[in-house]
């Protein structure tokens, strides 16, 4: 990010930034600006949970899409994946759930509270970065997003005796505007799937992965396109990667720009009210990104 600030290095970065976002959807950064004493902390808060007993963390079972076990879980007889979470909605404030966010560590909200608005920050800048690269006003994404939805999501998978048989988390696309993910920087996991192929994303010191969500697919009308991943399992090494989801407000209409139409590039998604979105990912098993496009293409 520091290479950001202009001249010719801006140029080469913003680039990488265009060809990542539309031939991969996912990218890496560093000297993003987020305290890496504070990211410490937060993952060292995340394992200090996952490490309790399990009737306390029962004590925050999911209620509303919100709290500790695991999601998109729609029958009893589906195949579960081989880890736990701990999902919060950060904002808008009046949608947290605050009986679900854990007491113990003691530290655990207050940090909970400044990381996010750290990566609130970084996710304002990123996505003025991918305005300009689309030739948009730099807080077209600011402006269209409203009052912003933002919801951290704590993953933990345990040490697997098959990793062979089971994934950590499902091949599935994020239904964000963007996503932004602390990885365990000793546990590789992260797959992503390009041309039919699983790539491992290798983790980097204090980095964070950026990955393009559903919504923005979305609003620029399929030219940054999100991509399937999946986490995978370790026989020997539990893993915990932290993700934050940055997207536009429950209200919010969601549809292409109408500057990236025209002739060449047709309408390829219908509008929709956000929540309505929510609601329908939610409730669905994981499945790529079949019902995406049931639910969102014309």
Same mark, same amino acid.
């Given at each position: 990010?520091?290479?950001?600030?202009?001249? =010719?290095?801006? %140029? #080469?970065?913003?680039?990488?930034?265009?060809?990542?976002?539309?031939?991969? $959807?996912?990218?890496? +950064? &560093?000297?993003?600006?987020?305290?890496?004493?504070?990211?410490?902390?937060?993952?060292?808060?995340?394992?200090?949970?996952?490490? =309790?007993?399990? %009737? #306390?963390?029962?004590?925050?079972?999911?209620?509303?899409?919100?709290?500790? $076990?695991?999601?998109? +879980? &729609?029958?009893?007889?589906?195949?579960?994946?081989?880890?736990?979470?701990?999902?919060?909605?950060?904002?808008?404030?009046?949608?947290?759930?605050?009986?679900?966010?854990?007491?113990?560590?003691?530290?655990?909200?207050?940090?909970?509270?400044?990381?996010?608005?750290?990566?609130?920050?970084?996710?304002?800048?990123?996505?003025?970065?991918?305005?300009?690269?689309?030739?948009?006003?730099?807080?077209?994404?600011?402006?269209?997003?409203?009052?912003?939805?933002?919801?951290?999501?704590?993953?933990?998978?345990?040490?697997?005796?098959?990793?062979?048989?089971?994934?950590?988390?499902?091949?599935?696309?994020?239904?964000?505007?963007?996503?932004?993910?602390?990885?365990?920087?000793?546990?590789?996991?992260?797959?992503?799937?390009?041309?039919?192929?699983?790539?491992?994303?290798?983790?980097?010191?204090?980095?964070?992965?950026?990955?393009?969500?559903?919504?923005?697919?979305?609003?620029?009308?399929?030219?940054?396109?999100?991509?399937?991943?999946?986490?995978?399992?370790?026989?020997?090494?539990?893993?915990?990667?932290?993700?934050?989801?940055?997207?536009?407000?429950?209200?919010?209409?969601?549809?292409?720009?109408?500057?990236?139409?025209?002739?060449?590039?047709?309408?390829?998604?219908?509008?929709?009210?956000?929540?309505?979105?929510?609601?329908?990912?939610?409730?669905?098993?994981?499945?790529?990104?079949?019902?995406?496009?049931?639910?969102?293409?014309?």
């Amino acid at each position: 990010m520091a290479m950001l600030s202009g001249g =010719l290095q801006k %140029e #080469e970065e913003m680039a990488k930034i265009d060809k990542a976002c539309e031939e991969w $959807g996912f990218f890496q +950064v &560093v000297n993003h600006g987020v305290p890496h004493s504070l990211m410490d902390d937060i993952t060292r808060m995340g394992k200090e949970f996952f490490r =309790l007993p399990a %009737e #306390e963390k029962e004590k925050y079972a999911i209620r509303d899409f919100q709290g500790y $076990g695991q999601i998109f +879980v &729609v029958s009893e007889e589906q195949k579960r994946d081989w880890g736990d979470l701990l999902g919060l909605i950060i904002s808008p404030p009046q949608s947290r759930n605050l009986s679900v966010w854990p007491s113990v560590p003691s530290e655990f909200r207050q940090i909970v509270e400044a990381y996010n608005m750290e990566i609130r920050s970084l996710a304002v800048k990123i996505l003025s970065l991918i305005a300009e690269n689309l030739h948009l006003k730099p807080d077209y994404f600011e402006q269209s997003f409203g009052n912003t939805y933002q919801k951290m999501r704590m993953n933990y998978y345990p040490a697997c005796p098959r990793p062979d048989l089971v994934l950590g988390l499902s091949p599935h696309a994020d239904g964000s505007g963007i996503t932004l993910l602390l990885q365990d920087e000793k546990v590789e996991g992260l797959h992503v799937r390009k041309d039919d192929i699983w790539v491992a994303v290798q983790p980097i010191p204090y980095a964070l992965v950026i990955n393009i969500g559903n919504l923005l697919e979305v609003i620029t009308n399929g030219r940054y396109k999100s991509i399937q991943h999946r986490a995978v399992t370790n026989k020997h090494k539990s893993r915990l990667s932290i993700d934050v989801f940055y997207s536009p407000g429950f209200d919010a209409e969601i549809g292409p720009a109408p500057e990236l139409i025209d002739e060449s590039h047709p309408c390829l998604f219908r509008k929709f009210i956000h929540e309505d979105h929510i609601k329908y990912y939610m409730s669905r098993k994981v499945d790529g990104k079949t019902s995406f496009y049931e639910y969102a293409g014309v």
